[in-house]
């Protein structure tokens, strides 16, 4: 059985929902966004990931119609949407806040939306119940917003947003106001809801972990651009710049001159330390600069120096970060470098092998780093 | 033991400023007009004892109450008092609440300024400043000079001395303290409520009244409240501004005081407005607690 791969980005023919064409949003002096273009396709969960004020609560501002762009475009299925406003639009928001209206009951919050459109009351009536059910609030629905939980707020600001059947969702930072555990527990939930549904959902985060779990693509914005958009697994594996490999995850940065050798490039990266090569398909000049971006997980640590691996190098443990299932060792080059190295913790603590100022060596393969330009 | 020492702080001021002067003013009600000082009778003489004391209270009766009835004067000028004083406070609303919305939505570095210049006229007597209601209103003043001088009107508006200036006072005085508990709940509104309305599909205008409205009902009850209340037994701005036909129960207590000295009488008249005030400031205070509740 050959199950279909959800990629339409990679479908020449797909006609995506969302188009930004050149898009630029100046506030005052100030560049919000700078000439973007990019697409969403129907169906995508599309997380939009940055350090705060990076530009992408301003992007999802513009979808909703709350920002008009400076310059540029944005199509929704086929269609300018500059001189629609927000009432019009088949765009919904759910908002940071949430925005509940505390003077209306959870059943009047989820057809606040239903009444604008001037449907017939059963049809509100039915919509509100599918609504309930889809979130599980069915035994709140006569509670006011201020005597339900955190969670259940976040269940009924999201039902709210879904009641109108939206082309778009957009989520700005849904989950923040959650505690952890309650957080996962949503994250799951969201992307059911969203398969459920079909909707398209945009979702605005600073939480890596949050993108990368919920998202079929994520966009890694950085001064109002977008960085690099791709599926996780590509953005943790093949970052394209040594900022998206610096936001997403942990790594370890070496830079160094690149010299072209077999199917790769041997990095000189300090006085005294061996080469290291890496397998890399960009193209460089012999002698310019690159950076190499290694994955503590992808890093071995050892007593003796292993044989198999052509990267290795010698230095002291500096430092133990314990995670409980995992340790992230910080290594010290004799050069001064910190490389990360990351080992499942097998053995009961007071059993571990290695401890701090011991020498230890390091070693990765040859495609287990990623070749970066600098 | 602290407690209650603390708790007996308020009891005591209300003990002293509220009971103990309606008690007295309760018991004059219940006295005789008497050509004495003071001009009531009876008085209580503590000199005689246990008699003079039963003979006291055998002398109190509810005579001034009934007289209240038996003259329409005074039930026509309770009618007209609250009548004046619902249609004052509409207006005062309908003043107020454009004022603080604009406030409430005004740039944050404006508000302090706003702010001041509505409570500026609290730094100029309350007296004077009905007083130059006059020289505004009267037939030679400032209002219909201007409005000749602009060719608008040809002969001079009575407006002094009718109910439209007694109302125009009204809402002048009483105005920040419509203004201030309305703009306190719209200030505290949080804005994305009407990007949310808007995302669902409200224009401006049924986001105002679906969301900002009803959030600001709050801001309306006590500011209602805190207009019509004083209004009711308003005495100044009818006695300054009213004409003859304006008839207000403020004023009637006054005649009854200063011009008749007939105390009892007039003391009725107070007990009487103080209960009919009792309710409203009853709701009043439950607005307070059921907002308090919901705040949580």
Known sequence: ?374 | MRRLALIAVPYLWLLALFLVPFIIVLKISLSDYALSIPPYSPTLDLSTGWQGIKSFFGALDFENFTFLTTDDLYWKAYLSSVKIAVVATLCTLLVGYPIAYGMANAPDHWRPTLMMLVILPFWTSFLIRVYSWMGILSTEGYLNQLLIGMGLISEPLMILNTNTAVYIGIVYTYLPFMILPIYATLERMDASLLEAAEDLGCSRMQAFWLVTFPLSRNGIIAGCFLVFIPTIGEFVIPALLGGSDTLMIGKVLWEEFFNNRDWPVASAVAVILLLILIIPIILFQRNEQKQREAEG
């Open chain 1, 1 to 374: 059985m050959s199950q279909t791969v959800f990629e339409p980005w990679n479908d020449p023919d797909a006609k995506p929902l969302i188009q930004f064409k050149g898009v630029t949003k100046r506030f005052g002096d100030f560049t919000a966004i700078d000439d973007q273009t990019f697409d969403i396709y129907e169906r995508e969960f599309f997380a939009l990931l940055g350090p705060s004020g990076c530009g992408k609560t301003t992007m999802m501002r513009m979808l909703a119609g709350f920002e008009a762009p400076t310059e540029g475009t944005i199509w929704l299925d086929g269609q300018d949407i500059a001189p629609i406003p927000p009432n019009k639009r088949a765009v919904n928001m759910m908002f940071q806040s949430y925005a509940l209206f505390p003077h209306l009951s959870v059943w009047d919050n989820i057809a606040f939306g239903l009444k604008r459109d001037g449907l017939p009351r059963d049809a509100i009536g039915d919509r509100v119940a599918e609504m309930l059910k889809l979130t599980r609030l069915e035994k709140f629905a006569k509670r006011k917003p201020h005597q339900i939980s955190g969670g259940q707020r976040q269940r009924v600001a999201l039902a709210r947003s879904l009641a109108k059947a939206p082309k778009l969702l957009l989520l700005d930072e849904p989950l923040g106001a959650l505690d952890a555990k309650l957080r996962q527990d949503t994250q799951f939930e969201l992307m059911d809801i969203q398969e459920t549904t079909g909707t398209t959902f945009v979702i605005v985060t600073h939480d890596q972990e949050e993108a990368m779990t919920v998202a079929s693509r994520v966009a890694v914005m950085d001064d109002g651009r977008i960085m690099q958009a791709d599926t996780p697994a590509n953005i943790y594996e093949m970052p394209n710049s040594v900022y998206v490999a610096d936001f997403i995850g942990d790594v370890t940065i070496l830079e160094g001159t690149a010299t072209r050798s077999g199917n790769g490039y041997d990095i000189t990266f300090a006085e005294g330390q061996p080469s290291l090569h890496a397998e890399s398909e960009i193209a460089l000049t012999d002698g310019s600069r690159a950076a190499l971006a290694i994955r503590p997980e992808k890093v071995s640590i050892s007593a003796e120096r292993p044989e198999d691996k052509r990267n290795a190098l010698q230095g002291k443990i500096l430092d133990i970060a314990y995670l409980g299932n995992l340790s992230t060792y910080h290594v010290e080059l004799p050069s001064g470098q910190i490389v990360k190295a990351q080992a499942a913790n097998t053995r009961r603590l007071s059993r571990r092998s290695f401890t701090w100022e011991d020498e230890v060596w390091i070693s990765w393969t040859d495609t287990a780093a990623v070749l970066l330009e600098a």
